[in-house]
Nanobody, 126 residues
Framework: QVQLVESGGGLVQAGGSLRLSCAAS??????????MGWFRQAPGKEREFVAA????????YYADSVKGRFTISRDNAKNTVYLQMNSLKPEDTAVYYC?????????????????WGQGTQVTVSS
């Protein structure tokens, strides 16, 4: 089991930046290989993929809507995954979730992710 806790959300103006963190406990990264992903869900919309990173950090994937603006990274020694969000837009407003996939392969579908955090709200004002 892995427990995930997100932090770093908040209210920011368009064009601003936020850095989300996801801290893992339980079966941590130092002992188990997890690919990690960030997903988001806006009111009235389906949950969507944002970014994912392999256990080693060598492979990263991004949704087209955030490519060039968001950066996913991880520090396995700290059991933490980050999502640096720059040039934020009002359409980025959503609850952001981190998720863990016990796999060496990086997936963009949420069906592969077994563990989820509780989410953190990101609101971007225009």
């Amino acid at each position: 089991q892995v427990q995930l806790v997100e932090s770093g959300g908040g209210l920011v103006q368009a064009g601003g930046s936020l850095r989300l963190s996801c801290a893992a406990s339980g079966r941590t990264f130092s002992n188990y290989a997890y690919a990690m992903g960030w997903f988001r869900q806006a009111p009235g919309k389906e949950r969507e993929f944002v970014a994912a990173i392999s256990w080693s950090g060598g492979d990263t994937y991004y949704a087209d809507s955030v490519k060039g603006r968001f950066t996913i990274s991880r520090d396995n020694a700290k059991n933490t995954v980050y999502l640096q969000m720059n040039s934020l837009k009002p359409e980025d407003t959503a609850v952001y979730y981190c998720a863990a996939d016990p796999s060496l392969v990086v997936h963009t579908s949420d069906a592969h992710y077994d563990y989820w955090g509780q989410g953190t709200q990101v609101t971007v004002s225009s």
